[in-house]
């Protein structure tokens, strides 16, 4: 990156902490007017940033993950010799076309299976994300379909989901219609138990997991949110940024409010409590958020709670928190890793953003998923 493209996000950054968002869209705007080539564009008058169009390496540093802790290898295999497979395939909307992968484990014979949604993170794809968060492994053991649905670069320029954008948080709109109609044609294609289908992601897709269990509540059992955000917590780059580095957090406000009335999103969240990339005190307003509104049971939850603390084996200590319902089933778990960064707990060092010495994330969202299921078909 050019000195100029630096000292130009220095600034938005130093902006956007500041509460100055109009100055750090305009500060963006001209960074990237003089990094780039020059495009003819209709003028609105509306300060506009598409991330899309940014620099790879300008969004990883200041919007995404920062480099991985250690040195890794090229994504491996990580599910042993007889394995699954691991097969290819593109879904189109009106919404736009993306491809993505799924695996099969080895003992699909037709019978009905539970579905889950993987969404990668920020440069991230989806065979690295399946290597270092060893789900398609966990998918043999417990047998799972595992989809892992592929951001392009020309829809973001870093391949994160697009959370922060107005248009891409709503059902049957831009991404969460994509990613519900892949879905959807995986539970058209295999036979799938309808009522155990679940969504999780980790950073960038976390957020946008949450997205999709908040908008499709009819087809998503559960979510699993590592190191994410609220839904709809923030609408542009600025607002992303500042919610990401505990803006929203250090003033005391909160996630958006969910209408009255709506039951609680069964939901497991695992984030590092020093993760500098996205604030931990992200993963209580997602916790917040999914609760039971005040219409429904919400007093009766937050008076059911349970504190569990343990550490891993040779690695990192634990705050498990979780949220019971009036009939004393669990509906959320928040798990607080002590130590940890931006990265998958308990995964593989094949894959990239992982951290071994955590507790083992996607085994306990497999664990915390097969508690719940939909009332019906979806």
């Given at each position: 990156m050019n000195a100029r493209l630096h000292l130009g996000m220095v600034d938005a950054m130093r902006l956007t902490r500041a509460g100055h968002l109009l100055e750090a869209t305009a500060a963006i705007q001209r960074t990237l007017g003089d990094g780039l080539p020059s495009t003819k564009a209709?003028?609105?008058?509306t300060a506009h940033v598409d991330v899309g169009t940014a620099p790879g390496q300008t969004w990883r540093r200041y919007l995404l993950p920062g480099p991985p802790a250690e040195i890794i290898s090229p994504p491996g295999r990580d599910i042993g010799q007889e394995e699954g497979r691991f097969v290819t395939g593109s879904y189109s909307n009106r919404a736009g076309t993306r491809s993505y992968k799924l695996y099969i484990p080895r003992g699909y014979h037709g019978q009905p299976l539970p579905l889950v949604v993987m969404?990668?993170?920020?440069?991230?794809?989806p065979d690295d994300?399946?290597?270092?968060?060893?789900?398609?492994?966990?998918?043999?053991?417990?047998?799972?379909?595992?989809?892992?649905?592929a951001q392009t670069p020309a829809a973001n320029g870093s391949k994160c989901w697009n959370w922060f954008k107005a248009t891409d948080q709503h059902r049957e709109q831009g991404e969460p219609c994509i990613i519900a109609g892949i879905t959807r044609e995986i539970l058209a294609t295999y036979h799938v138990d309808r009522q155990k289908v679940y969504v999780a992601g980790l950073s960038a897709g976390g957020a946008?997991?949450?997205?999709?269990?908040?908008?499709?509540?009819?087809?998503?059992?559960?979510?699993?949110?590592?190191?994410?955000?609220?839904?709809?917590?923030?609408k542009d780059l600025p607002s992303a940024l500042m919610m990401m580095q505990g803006g929203a957090v250090a003033a005391g406000r909160h996630a958006p409010a969910i209408p009255g009335g709506r039951p609680a999103v069964p939901t497991i969240v695992f984030h590092g409590d020093r993760d500098t990339t996205v604030h931990p005190g992200n993963g209580d307003h997602v916790i917040a958020q999914c609760a039971p509104t005040r219409s429904g049971q919400s007093r009766?939850?937050?008076?059911?709670?349970?504190?569990?603390?343990?550490?891993?084996?040779?690695g990192?200590?634990?705050?498990?928190?979780?949220?019971?319902?009036?009939?004393?089933?669990?509906?959320?778990?928040?798990?607080?890793?002590?130590?940890?960064?931006?990265?998958?707990?308990?995964?593989?060092?094949?894959?990239?953003?992982?951290?071994?010495?955590?507790?083992?994330?996607?085994r306990e969202m497999l664990r915390f998923f097969r508690g719940h299921c939909l009332p019906g078909s979806s």
């Amino acid at each position: 990156m050019n000195a100029r493209l630096h000292l130009g996000m220095v600034d938005a950054m130093r902006l956007t902490r500041a509460g100055h968002l109009l100055e750090a869209t305009a500060a963006i705007q001209r960074t990237l007017g003089d990094g780039l080539p020059s495009t003819k564009a209709a003028d609105t008058g509306t300060a506009h940033v598409d991330v899309g169009t940014a620099p790879g390496q300008t969004w990883r540093r200041y919007l995404l993950p920062g480099p991985p802790a250690e040195i890794i290898s090229p994504p491996g295999r990580d599910i042993g010799q007889e394995e699954g497979r691991f097969v290819t395939g593109s879904y189109s909307n009106r919404a736009g076309t993306r491809s993505y992968k799924l695996y099969i484990p080895r003992g699909y014979h037709g019978q009905p299976l539970p579905l889950v949604v993987m969404l990668h993170g920020c440069t991230q794809d989806p065979d690295d994300f399946a290597a270092g968060t060893r789900m398609n492994e966990l998918a043999e053991a417990q047998p799972c379909l595992v989809v892992y649905p592929a951001q392009t670069p020309a829809a973001n320029g870093s391949k994160c989901w697009n959370w922060f954008k107005a248009t891409d948080q709503h059902r049957e709109q831009g991404e969460p219609c994509i990613i519900a109609g892949i879905t959807r044609e995986i539970l058209a294609t295999y036979h799938v138990d309808r009522q155990k289908v679940y969504v999780a992601g980790l950073s960038a897709g976390g957020a946008m997991a949450l997205t999709m269990a908040m908008t499709y509540p009819d087809l998503y059992a559960a979510v699993g949110i590592h190191s994410g955000l609220p839904h709809g917590a923030a609408k542009d780059l600025p607002s992303a940024l500042m919610m990401m580095q505990g803006g929203a957090v250090a003033a005391g406000r909160h996630a958006p409010a969910i209408p009255g009335g709506r039951p609680a999103v069964p939901t497991i969240v695992f984030h590092g409590d020093r993760d500098t990339t996205v604030h931990p005190g992200n993963g209580d307003h997602v916790i917040a958020q999914c609760a039971p509104t005040r219409s429904g049971q919400s007093r009766q939850a937050e008076r059911r709670v349970q504190v569990e603390r343990g550490r891993v084996p040779k690695g990192h200590a634990y705050t498990r928190t979780t949220y019971q319902n009036a009939d004393g089933k669990p509906i959320m778990e928040h798990w607080l890793i002590h130590g940890a960064g931006h990265s998958w707990s308990g995964g593989s060092s094949n894959g990239s953003y992982t951290d071994p010495k955590g507790p083992d994330a996607s085994r306990e969202m497999l664990r915390f998923f097969r508690g719940h299921c939909l009332p019906g078909s979806s």
